[in-house]
């Protein structure tokens, strides 16, 4: 008797608003409560200035530390030579997609199709020059990564995606590459290691792993600029934004302060747990667990080839048997305080994103949801 009044008011509280919720979206997406908490803060108050993050000068000594601290996260975490610099720009990934061709691109380059993202990098290429799509899987709506391509050595680089966000697959070691390597690094940055040495350039968006949008990171090596004979804008030029003086890094223009900052706490939390390789052992952990859930339940079907399968991003749908339980599963999951886990357009289904800032927690909260689920309709 006792047990079954627990059990009713472990439902009601489940079902009020306030409940805890798990968010699995894509981007943008969960940050670390610390670096959120840390942000409100500094908005009222910054550097114990008295005066709020948003209505300072990036002049200001304080920020400037901020500016050069996070660089140092950068290079800490990654392990990033001084041969390379990095970068904290405006414009998304999708301004360096352009970005890149303009500054690297003299005649020809290569690149890996793997995605829309990669398709969209491809396009923008091609307004500098020749571009040669090495492989795709297209074929298969890019539930694959291309395997026994060959790199043109005529290229001026290779470009790749290392994680395809809307289709859950991963690149999850650094590729050997006879020329200049350049990956889109924008939703799997932070959660492994990466030999940086093996690339000549590596940028993102930081809004899937690292911070919010507004900011995206570029990392390159220094010696490979200036190469191309076509004049740049300033804003397109590399070099532009590379002081010699540190307080000239990234600071040609005025940064997206609120973004770096954000950026700067979520990096001190990544630090705190240890690092990339203290987050790499995580997310594994965390795809495991869901990915076998997947492969256990009836009801559900990964998308993604096993041997390619995201640790960033995972999709499946119903099986086919239950394709019509879908708005069922969802409803369901919504219920149960699960957030952003439909999946992209282009896949249709599910996509639970587990960067690093989502718990554990709550990847067992969806395991479970997707159990429960199981039991009662299967
Ligand atoms: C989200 C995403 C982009 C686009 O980033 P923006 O900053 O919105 O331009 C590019 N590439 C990948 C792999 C992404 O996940």
Same mark, same amino acid.
């Given at each position: 008797m006792n047990f079954d009044l627990g059990i009713i008011f472990l439902l009601q509280t489940n079902s009020t608003v306030n409940m805890k919720k798990h968010n699995f979206n894509a981007g943008p997406c969960i940050l670390p409560e610390p670096a959120i908490e840390a942000t409100i803060n500094a908005i009222r108050n910054f550097d114990n200035t008295?005066? +709020? /993050?948003?209505?300072? $000068?990036?002049? &200001?000594?304080?920020?400037?530390?901020?500016?050069? @601290?996070?660089?140092q996260l950068w290079?800490?975490? /990654?392990n990033i030579p001084n041969e390379y610099a990095v970068m904290f720009l405006g414009g998304g990934a999708s301004t360096q997609f352009f970005a890149v061709a303009a500054n690297l691109l003299s005649k020809k380059a290569a690149y890996l199709e793997t995605g829309v993202w990669a398709k969209k990098a491809v396009?923008?290429? !091609?307004?500098?020059?020749?571009? @040669?799509?090495?492989? $795709?899987?297209?074929? !298969?709506?890019? $539930?694959?990564?291309p395997k026994g391509y060959k790199i043109p050595t005529d290229a001026d680089y290779f470009h790749i995606t290392t994680n395809n966000t809307i289709?859950? &697959?991963e690149i999850k070691t650094d590729i050997d590459c006879p020329i200049k390597l350049v990956a889109d690094m924008s939703s799997d940055i932070m959660s492994r290691p990466v030999?940086? !040495?093996?690339?000549?350039?590596?940028y993102g968006g930081a809004q899937k792993n690292v911070g919010p949008a507004g900011v995206t990171f570029? =990392?390159?090596? *220094?010696?490979?600029? +200036? *190469?191309? @004979?076509?004049?740049?804008?300033?804003?397109?030029?590399y070099r532009t934004h590379i002081g010699e003086e540190?307080?000239?890094n990234s600071m040609y223009n005025t940064p997206p302060v609120i973004s =770096?900052?954000?950026?700067? @706490?979520?990096?001190?939390?990544?630090? $705190?747990l240890g690092g990339v390789a203290a987050m790499h052992k995580i997310n594994n952990q965390k795809a495991d667990l869901l990915y076998a859930e997947i492969d256990r339940n009836k009801m559900f079907v990964g998308t993604a080839a096993k041997e390619d399968r995201s640790i960033m991003n995972v999709c499946f749908v119903m099986a086919e048997q239950y394709k019509e339980k879908e708005a069922d599963f969802m409803a369901f999951a919504k219920e149960k305080g699960m957030v952003g886990i439909k999946g992209h357009r282009s896949v249709g289904g599910f996509r639970a994103s587990i960067y690093n800032a989502c718990p554990i927690e709550s990847v067992q909260a969806l395991v479970d949801c997707m159990k429960e689920f199981e039991k009662k309709n299967a």
């Open positions: 008295g005066i +709020g /993050l948003l209505e300072i $000068s990036h002049r &200001t000594p304080g920020w400037e530390r901020v500016m050069a @601290e996070t660089e290079r800490d975490l /990654l396009k923008e290429a !091609k307004f500098y020059g020749e571009v @040669e799509v090495v492989a $795709s899987s297209a074929d !298969k709506n890019f $539930s694959y990564v289709y859950g &697959t030999d940086i !040495k093996k690339y000549a350039m590596i570029v =990392i390159v090596r *220094k010696d490979i600029l +200036g *190469k191309i @004979e076509r004049k740049l804008p300033s804003m397109v030029d540190a307080k000239d =770096i900052f954000v950026m700067h @706490e979520t990096l001190k939390w990544v630090k $705190s």
